[in-house]
């Protein structure tokens, strides 16, 4: 009977086996072998503590057996209870010290334990014990994987491969340390094998979507997302992945569906619910969007997802600067004071020499950020030692340009932020400049580390960190007034302006105004949606309805989707704007955004989060921007830039006078032809409008940064 227990066992008959298993047990309540296997059976059906009464009977029964002590360890382990595991798994090896399975299990113990090097250790043993034990290679590649080191686990796998060629684990997990090491067409490579080789391979149909995703092929992410629901209808990670891709093609109602349905199966999906913050907030929905960051930022221990939430408080009008800035504590609080920040840096401090910057940053490419720092780093003086640390996963020509005036490049997108860190140092950088903020993909616990002396963030989100390590924010008197720097974790760095302008482009020259040949003003605004805020849209109809013949252009890729610009044309209709004075527009090429400039006669600047670059675009081409600057720095972004230019009779107080000056500008058609023939000049002339005295005045400020690091030093 026991041996036809064992026959049932192995050919996949096991509720048959079991019943084999009870009766043997039934006549011989002392059968150790009988009452193992049926613990094993009760295991792998997810009664753990019936299968470890069973195995601890066994065992009873002969203890000597290291079989029986191997699963008890395993039972343990799915009862979460690993350092009981440990024991069973080291009493199995002293009764069989080469029995390689337990060699293996115990690496995977230690590994959960945290103590990494002796997992190591055990599965470098298990090898040594087995040389062709594939899955010892595998395990030890997840550890290495775990640990950062990414060759290293890139060569377990392929040792893995070379015992079996067809092995779908391996190449699934080789695809993994491909994507972190920025690899990403070898990555798709290794996922199309690993679904090649088993093809219900739901996992690696998901990791797939995720590299078309991210190479920018959302039509094929969204189908090799669906190939793996429909393998596993309730995989929450999945469901999460699909609804970014249907996000980055517009499809809003959808993607909020599949986050949904994550978060229905899995509720502590933080990445689900972020994202579907995401999505609400495209929609106009800033309420329930904030609500989404916020619980998603209390649910999960993820500095990324808490970030979200305090990018996504930008766009709430009910919040402070300093609830702003006190939620940036709250972030550093949670991931940044356990790190041990560098307390002396050996950097040569002498106040005149060459001077090692680097630049760390996700978005080394055409993006709306880059285009703010972009001519800084292309027109360093030679006084400047440039270094940039890119975390960018798709390069393109910007990132060639700017790569071909760094002195040092380094690809760090699959480094850990101690190994950036790490790398930083030994490259003895003297000031390092974040240039993301609490935007996606930062690098902010690198710089918790204070890898260098003297540390700075700007541009990208130029609101500051909350982090006790960085020195310093670029900014400008208007960004930053004094009554709110006391708010702010970082000291005030005077810039011309708090961006630059620079663009890699032939732009066209303006127009004549539209004004004159149409008959009647044209406003636009070509901001992304999740900046109109409702306020911002009651303002834009108000002007509307007090100028009978005035239109409105309103562009953004969002727009593209059919349920956003019903929602606008249903807006405006309830203010008795009719659909024909409204015209709505998706994406499109560089060289057609700036000539849709030549179609708008005055930029209306949405508020409460104000417009960057958008807001330097538009003054480019000729283009006054009419702006509501708030209480806080991201309400007055487009008013730090008129400032800068003298163009102060365009900023505004509250939305009243912003209504008021958006009339008064278009019932004055005399004056705006000639504003418009003398913007660009006006910006080209100025400290931040000339890529090269913007960068001359950043050395500057530089100088006078490390001069006070020489002077008061510890160390």
């Not at 550093?332 to 060459?354: G, I």
């Not at 972009?374 to 996963?393: E, F, Q, W």
């Not at 006391?486 to 032939?506: C, K, M």
């Not at 349920?563 to 527009?585: H, K, M, P």
Request: hydrophobic share 40%.
């Amino acid at each position: 009977m026991l041996n036809e227990a064992f026959a049932l066992y192995q050919k996949g008959s096991v509720a048959e086996s079991a019943a084999v298993c009870r009766r043997i047990i039934d006549s011989d309540p002392r059968n150790p072998e009988a009452l193992h296997l049926l613990g094993i059976i009760e295991a792998q059906a997810g009664n753990a503590p019936a299968a470890l009464n069973l195995i601890d009977r066994a065992i009873s029964l002969n203890p000597e057996n290291f079989r029986f002590h191997l699963n008890r360890s395993l039972v343990l382990q799915q009862l979460g209870r690993p350092d009981e595991a440990l024991l069973s798994c080291d009493t199995a090896l002293i009764l069989k010290p080469d029995y390689a399975r337990a060699m293996n299990s115990r690496g995977v113990i230690l590994q959960e334990l945290e103590r990494f090097d002796e997992a190591l250790d055990s599965f470098d043993r298990a090898v040594g014990i087995k040389p062709d034990y594939i899955e010892v290679f595998i395990n030890r590649g997840i550890l290495l994987y775990d640990r950062g080191l990414l060759i290293e686990a890139l060569s377990s796998y392929d040792k893995a491969l070379a015992i079996n060629p067809h092995c779908a684990e391996a190449y699934n997990n080789r695809g993994l340390a491909l994507q972190r090491l920025n690899r990403l067409s070898e990555a798709l490579s290794c996922f199309d094998c690993a679904i090649r080789f088993k093809p219900d391979y739901s996992e690696a149909l998901n990791n797939r979507g995720f590299i078309l995703y991210m190479l920018g092929r959302f039509s094929e992410a969204i189908a090799s997302y669906e190939s793996a629901l429909a393998l596993a209808p309730d995989f929450p990670d999945a469901l999460n992945n699909m609804g970014v891709s249907l996000h980055s093609v517009n499809r809003f109602e959808e993607a909020l569906a599949n986050y949904d349905r994550a978060l229905a199966i899995k509720p502590e999906s933080a990445e689900a619910l972020c994202n579907r913050g995401q999505v609400l907030l495209v929609q106009g929905e800033i309420t329930a969007a904030i609500d989404c960051f916020k619980r998603a930022a209390r649910m999960a221990n993820n500095p990324a997802v808490h970030s979200a939430y305090i990018f996504g408080l930008n766009f709430d009008p009910s919040v402070s600067a300093a609830t702003k800035q006190a939620e940036r504590r709250n972030w550093a609080a949670r991931y940044a004071e356990q790190l041990e920040p560098v307390k002396s840096h050996n950097n040569v401090p002498d106040p005149n020499r060459q001077l090692r910057v680097g630049y760390v940053s996700s978005y080394f490419r055409r993006h709306a950020a880059t285009y703010s720092f972009g001519g800084v780093i292309t027109n360093h003086s030679n006084g400047i030692y440039v270094a940039c640390y890119s975390d960018t996963r798709i390069n393109d020509d910007v990132t060639a340009r700017i790569r071909c005036r760094a002195d040092r490049w380094r690809d760090t997108a699959g480094l850990t932020d101690q190994q950036v860190a790490d790398l930083i140092r030994r490259d003895r950088i003297d000031i390092l400049i974040d240039l993301v903020g609490h935007m996606a993909d930062n690098r902010l616990l690198v710089f918790a580390r204070k890898p260098a002396p003297v540390q700075a963030t700007g541009w990208g989100e130029p609101t500051g960190t909350g982090l006790p390590a960085m020195d310093y924010l670029l900014a400008d008197k208007m960004l930053v007034p004094e009554c709110e720097r006391s708010l702010l974790a970082e000291r005030i760095v005077h810039l011309p302006n708090f961006i630059g302008y620079w663009t890699p482009d032939q732009i066209p020259l303006p127009a004549p105004l539209p004004a004159i040949k149409n008959g009647y003003v044209t406003f636009g605004c070509f901001n992304r949606l999740e900046k109109l805020s409702p306020a911002a849209v009651t303002s834009w109809a108000a002007v509307l309805t007090k100028s009978s013949n005035a239109r409105l252009i309103l562009k953004d890729k969002a727009l593209e989707n059919a349920a956003q610009r019903d929602r606008f044309r249903r807006i405006f209709a309830g203010y008795g704007v009719s659909a024909d004075r409204i015209t709505l527009l998706g994406e499109s090429d560089i060289a057609s955004y700036f000539t849709m400039y030549n179609e708008v006669d005055i930029a209306l600047d949405p508020f409460p989060h104000s417009g960057g670059m958008t807001t330097l675009d538009a003054l480019w081409m000729g283009v006054p921007v009419v702006t509501c600057a708030g209480q806080t720095i991201s309400s007055r972004l487009a008013a730090a830039s008129l400032v800068s230019l003298g163009l102060h009779d365009f900023i505004c107080p509250d939305p009243d006078q912003y209504v008021d000056t958006a009339l008064a500008v278009a019932n004055d058609l005399g004056k705006l032809p000639d504003l418009r023939s003398r913007l660009r000049g006006l910006m080209a002339a100025s400290d931040f409008g000339d890529p090269v005295r913007y960068s001359r005045a950043l050395e500057n400020a530089y100088r006078e940064m490390w001069r006070h690091w020489c002077a008061t030093r510890t160390m």
